[in-house]
């Protein structure tokens, strides 16, 4: 077991004890937290014990309790473009990551600034603002904003301090160049264990995250801001063995019981409306029961593995949140999580790699659980990581700060998006936006600070919220939401593949009124299609 593991009660004893944090001011004696933003990769809406999930999260479920904890908050449905938005405040098509970061193995740039691949120069991130009004700016795990030239990197868009993989996945045990990992500007050939077990990304990650605050806190009295971008839960699938262990067997129930499990978990929570009928099983998703038993043996292995990826999370933040406390620094940091996007259905109905052989599997580079256990993921929605719809793009969210949040007792209902993000940051650290920054006109920030929800209050929100990717997209306005796969084409969207949906009434998304209330599509369909125009979305390479 990893030693560094701290007890449940430990963790839970450190949440509820008060103290006195000397938090950093700026003139004029405004309070200044520290700011810890730490985003899990590819994992559903249910998957965490807060959110109705039966995975061990104890210390993640200690801090959303603590904080304010939103059941309407959305991603950009997939890596790079929620890391784009989260980074800038920005759309992703706004900062060049229209589609997809380029690869390693792509160099080539798309003529499109909109698609270019990598982040732009006409935009700011939140560490390039935050260091200019005097914060230390950290960040360890995936970065995935641009890679081949060293300009794109962590280092040279306002980050002092960074550790972690520079491209969208790597292996877990074993990672190598060129997806391998990078301290500040030199990649590591073989990087080293920062535990008494074999060198994991989650362990290091948050190893180096502990170093850059220690070190930061040894030589400097300036606030930090710290990424924590954890590559897990995202394929390859790789665990250690005890944590596996924990699991295995667990999941021979399938995927059918666990759906309805999570969903009378997450009704019970009150973050699902009794109202919201769970999602069916996709066509082709098998029912549990057409599988034979070695199938099953095997699926259950896929999802604990799964599992004990996301149970490793946990222990690192606590962790995390033990060495916040012990060194009188948690009651003065406010941690914003979330996860990138929702489930990842990648590598066909059941999966893809090999599972049993535990040298070859931690030695894979793609293996992965699955359309049919990533529909338990995005319990109780439809659709997966990519997709506009609620399974694809919503996330679970919440944020902590002892010394700034009143505790909540209820869920924060107000739909909110990745690009309020940075407002928030901006607010709580008594920053401010530039309109030009190095030479660069800068767009300007559509979200709004959350700081009201830290209250209960609310956001006073007037405009909708959107997003689109790869030709999926949805406008969010009232309760109403207007969402289409494979909607976008080059020019414009396509009227008769949009889809409408009562989100008080529906938010599984399972009664389409698109045919029934025609007005409402048009007028919905036509924001979008001012937003995309403005937003660079069209025209589409």
């Known amino acids: 077991m990893n030693s560094r593991r701290p007890t449940i009660l430990i963790v839970q004893a450190i949440l509820v004890a008060t103290s006195a944090i000397a938090v950093p001011l700026l003139a004029g004696g405004v309070n200044r937290p520290n700011i810890l933003l730490v985003m899990v990769d590819d994992m559903g809406f249910s998957d965490l014990g807060c ?17 304010v904890r939103f059941s309407q908050f959305y991603n950009t449905a997939r890596c790079c473009p929620t890391r784009a938005t989260l980074m800038t405040g920005l759309h992703p098509h706004q900062v060049g990551i229209g589609a997809m970061t380029n690869s390693p193995t792509k160099v080539g740039d798309d003529n499109v600034p909109a698609y270019q691949g990598f982040l732009s120069r006409n ?20 970065w995935h904003l641009g890679f081949h030239d060293q300009s794109r990197w962590p280092l040279q868009r306002g980050f002092q301090r960074y550790f972690g993989c520079l491209p969208g996945a790597t292996r877990f045990f074993h990672p190598e160049h060129p997806r391998g990992m990078t301290f500040g500007n030199t990649p590591i050939e073989v990087p080293e264990s920062t535990t008494d077990e074999a060198f994991y990304t989650t362990d290091a990650f948050t190893d180096y995250a502990i170093q850059f605050i220690d ?78 038993q070695a199938k099953r043996d095997e699926m259950d292995l896929k999802m604990a593995v799964y599992a004990a990826m996301i149970d490793r999370i946990d222990q690192n933040i606590g962790n995390l949140t033990a060495f916040l406390s012990d060194h009188s620094l948690l ?103 530039p309109r030009t920054f190095q030479g660069h006109d ?59 949906y009562d989100m008080e009434l529906d938010r599984t998304e399972t009664n389409n009124l698109a045919t029934s209330m025609p007005e409402k599509v048009e007028e919905l369909a036509a924001i979008w299609n001012s937003w995309a125009n403005a937003s660079k979305v069209l025209p589409k390479p």
């Open 51 to 67: 959110y109705g999930g039966e995975i061990d999260t104890p210390n993640i479920d200690a801090l959303a309790a603590r904080g």
């Open 123 to 142: 935009c700011v991130t939140v560490a390039e603002v935050l260091r200019e009004h005097g914060y230390s700016t950290l960040m360890t795990g995936k």
């Open 215 to 292: 070190e930061q806190q040894q030589t400097s009295d300036a606030p930090f801001f710290l990424y924590l971008a954890y590559t897990a839960p995202h394929w390859p699938l790789q665990a250690f063995e005890d944590d596996i262990a924990k699991y295995r067997g667990q999941y021979k129930m399938g995927w059918d019981k666990l759906r309805e499990q999570r969903y009378k978990r997450q009704v019970e929570l009150g973050l699902v409306d009794p109202r919201w009928k769970l999602s069916r099983r996709p066509a082709g998703v098998p029912a549990w029961e057409n599988l034979n």
């Open 331 to 433: 009651d003065g940091t406010l941690i914003i999580f979330l996860s990138d996007n929702g489930a990842c259905a990648e590598g066909g109905v059941l999966g893809r790699g090999r599972f049993y052989d535990v040298e070859k599997r931690n030695r894979q580079t793609a293996n992965s659980y699955g359309e049919a256990w990533a529909n338990a993921s995005s319990t109780p929605f439809r659709r997966y990581k990519s997709y506009a719809h609620e399974g694809g793009s919503a996330t679970p969210f919440f944020m902590h700060w002892p010394g700034g949040i009143s505790q909540q007792d209820e869920w924060y209902s107000e739909p909110s998006q990745l690009v309020d993000v940075l407002p928030t940051i901006i607010d709580v650290a008594a920053a401010h936006y």
């Open 442 to 500: 800068v767009p300007p920030l559509s979200g709004v600070s959350l700081r009201p929800a830290f209250d209960g209050h609310s956001l006073a929100r007037s405009a909708p919220l959107h997003i689109e990717h790869i030709g999926n997209a949805f406008i969010r306005f009232g309760k109403w939401k207007l969402v289409g796969a494979n909607v976008v084409g080059r020019e414009r969207a396509d009227p008769a593949k949009w889809e409408l």
